[in-house]
């Protein structure tokens, strides 16, 4: 089990290593975001983070992003919370109420749910599009090749101001190509942030650009749950 010493001590590290690497990468120290996931991790795990510091964190899943977070929002104001996993549209509602980031937006029939639920709760969260870079079948997300168009019709037709692109890279295959495919993605579309990077990649993802890393286990350990 990771303790609350362990945890603090581990984000501590993952921080100074991110700044170090961003500064070799000439890039400013506090421009990527440490994004702790927390899905499956214990409420003694999530209480140590918060006493950590750490404020920004991804879930993959709302309902249990919802039991994690519905009464600690309450007492930390400043948290920022991240959709990570795949979208349901019939879960639009309870994610636009919830995360001030969606990650996984991916296809038109999303995308009218949230548009509807932002025009009705008055709420606006940052939303990034998934993008399929290795074109798997079994994964989520915009093929690379259909990219520009949805972009343009998540503007135009949806009135969406795109804040980021996010992949997840093929198990079998080096992240760093699928890194900088995004990033070139990002840079041919106008995109400023980018989410990539998880706790065995991220340093390969701040060399290539990202602006935010998804850690789980480099910070919480191996799950209990």
């Known amino acids: 089990m990771t303790d609350a010493p362990d945890i603090a001590t581990r984000r501590d590290m993952l921080l100074t290593d991110i700044g170090k690497l961003a500064a070799e990468a000439g890039r400013p120290s506090d421009s990527i ?3 702790a996931v927390s899905k499956r991790q214990s409420e003694e795990r999530l209480d140590a983070a918060l006493a950590a510091g750490q404020r920004v964190f991804g879930e993959n899943r709302v ?3 919802m039991a994690h977070w519905g009464e ?4 930390w104001s400043d948290l920022e919370l991240r959709l990570i996993g795949p979208l349901q549209s019939n879960k639009a509602a309870d994610a636009v109420a919830l995360f001030d980031v969606i990650e996984t937006l991916d296809r038109p029939k999303l995308a009218d749910a949230l548009r509807r639920e932002m ?13 399929n870079t290795g074109a798997e079948t079994q994964k989520a997300g915009v093929l690379v090749s259909e990219l520009p168009a949805f972009l343009t019709r998540m503007r135009d037709e949806f009135g969406f101001e795109i804040s980021g692109l ?3 890279p093929p198990v079998e295959q080096p992240p760093g ?7 070139r993605l990002a840079a ?3 995109i400023g942030h980018l989410s990539m990077g998880m706790s065995a990649d991220y340093p390969v993802a701040v060399a290539l650009g ?16």
């Open 177 to 183: 190509l699928h890194f900088a495919l995004l990033a």
């Open 119 to 131: 025009d009705r709760q008055g709420r606006r969260p940052r939303l990034y599009v998934q993008v």
């Open 166 to 168: 996010m992949c997840i």
């Open 188 to 190: 041919d579309n106008g």
């Open 63 to 65: 309902q249990e992003a």
């Open 210 to 225: 990202a602006t935010s890393v998804r850690i789980g286990t480099g910070l919480f350990g191996d799950r209990e749950v």
């Open 33 to 35: 975001k440490l994004v």
């Open 72 to 75: 600690r929002r309450k007492v």
